[in-house]
């Protein structure tokens, strides 16, 4: 296998988890939560930081800095820190990275394989619920707010619908279960494999 996963994923749908399954079976390193620390130091910010900022598109607050000669928008610096250490990964040789727009970042590698991860709201408020030990309804508010705060953050940095199927190879409903998802996935490397 030599190619680069990138994963998109609804909040709850389980895209991370998923994921570390391929970056298992494929053994191949496998992304997400590590590109924070990376990120932060290619930005020379602090890893609270980065964790608070990341995937949010800047507000008016994060512009208004920089009119006032402040420097780049937080914000700004994170996602160009990110793209870089994304790029480099991928260079490297094959990963699986999750979210932070590497399906934009990487539109240009020839060895990209793009997916998008979803599910009902039902099943993702359940999930979400359980992992959080919170109730039904602040799940759903907390799958609500991220799914939005990563459309915003993908609309403003790629200008493309975030989980539109034309812009990733293969759109998936978790809902068949995390192992039958990444079989399918899997299904579909070894037939792109052979091309």
């Not at 991370?16 to 053994?27: F, T, V």
């Not at 939560?33 to 507000?59: C, H, I, N, Q, T």
């Not at 359980?130 to 799914?147: N, Y």
């Amino acid at each position: 296998m030599n190619k680069t996963i990138t994963i998109s994923r609804e909040y709850g749908s389980g895209g991370r988890e998923i994921g570390r399954m391929l970056a298992e079976r494929l053994d191949i390193p496998f992304y997400d939560r590590k590109m924070v620390e990376m990120a932060a130091a290619e930005a020379g910010l602090s890893v609270d930081v980065v964790r608070k900022k990341e995937e949010r598109r800047p507000g008016t607050f994060d512009y208004s800095n920089y009119l006032l000669n402040c420097g780049d928008p937080i914000v700004d610096r994170i996602f160009f820190a990110q793209s870089g250490v994304i790029r480099r990964l991928a260079e490297q040789g094959p990963c699986v990275i999750v979210g932070r727009c590497a399906d934009y970042v990487l539109r240009d590698h020839p060895q990209c394989l793009n997916l998008f991860i979803h599910a009902p709201i039902e099943l993702r408020v359940r999930r979400v619920a359980e992992r959080m030990g919170c109730s039904a309804e602040e799940a759903k508010e907390a799958a609500t707010t991220a799914d939005k705060n990563r459309a915003a953050y993908h609309w403003h940095y790629a200008r493309a619908t975030w989980g539109r199927a034309s812009n990733h190879h293969l759109c998936i409903d978790s809902s068949i279960g995390y192992e039958e998802t990444a079989e399918t996935i899997m299904q579909l490397i070894r037939l792109t494999d052979k091309i």
